[in-house]
């Protein structure tokens, strides 16, 4: 049953932990080109375009979604296509990368800023990082899945910002992007080592904009080991 498949696939072997590590590069490789080409008036959707060909030219062979590439009040909306919108001066974006790199999935997502972020754009910033590190803190061996949404919440309820909230922080990623566990309320699942999770907290605030960070990472006997290692601070570029 797909019960049963899901169950298996939860957890990894080594071999497919160094499959899901190459993917990550690939993955690194598409946001570093980001970063070279993110500049005031650069169109949305050429940045998408070029990243993708250099994670092609990497190794990917093809991506699990639409490599997203967000600006401004746009951003408030986690999941449109980049488009013909111009980046501006002051304006968050962020960008999510996909790759598939020999039938395993990536997910990588940063949030940058085009010059000095609005002050409230990066109190939402440092909310949903912090979240993300607590997630984080969270997630070792024992703990469920809904612990570690739990802990991300936490952060962002004591920071007002509970209205800005997604439902759930993060997902199992393997050979597709939404694999079992559900990092959310209603996921019981415990974790076990090898298990491999995208650790996702996000704020949206509708009319203003979004900020999301995600890292893919590796359930050890210790905790845990996150798989990239591009910064994940707000840049300001």
């Known amino acids: 049953s797909s019960f049963i498949l899901d169950q298996m696939r939860m957890i990894k072997s080594d071999h497919e932990v160094v499959r899901l590590k190459n993917a990550a590069k690939v993955a690194e490789i598409g946001m570093e080109k980001c970063v070279e080409l993110l500049a005031e ?21 093809g991506f699990i979604y639409p490599t ?28 999510a990368l ?17 010059g000095e972020a609005d002050g409230l754009m990066k ?16 997630a070792k061996p024992g703990a469920s899945a809904s612990d570690v949404h739990q802990a991300a919440v936490s ?19 393997g050979i597709t992007i939404h694999e079992r566990p559900n990092l959310r309320e209603d996921d019981d699942t415990v974790l076990k080592p090898n298990m ?37 601070e707000l840049e300001a570029l």
Not at 155 to 173: A, E, M, N, P, Q
């Open 41 to 61: 008036d650069v169109v949305e959707k050429e940045i998408a375009v070029i990243a993708e060909h250099a994670m092609k030219k990497a190794g990917a062979e």
């Open 68 to 95: 997203l590439v967000s600006s401004g009040r746009k951003s408030a909306a986690p999941h449109l296509p980049p488009g013909d919108k111009v980046v501006k001066r002051g304006e968050t974006v962020f960008i």
């Open 98 to 114: 996909g790759p598939i790199v020999k039938g395993y999935c990536s997910d990588l997502v940063r949030t940058f800023s085009i």
């Open 123 to 138: 109190e939402m910033f440092n909310i949903t990082l912090e979240a993300q590190e607590v997630a984080m803190s969270a």
């Open 155 to 173: 952060v962002i309820k004591s920071s007002g910002f509970v209205d800005c909230l997604r439902f759930r922080s993060g997902h199992g990623v």
């Open 196 to 232: 491999t999770l995208a650790i996702e907290p996000s704020l949206f605030k509708n009319g203003f904009g979004g900020t999301r960070i995600c890292d893919v990472v590796v359930v050890t006997d210790k905790g845990l080991r996150r798989l990239f290692e591009f910064p994940r």
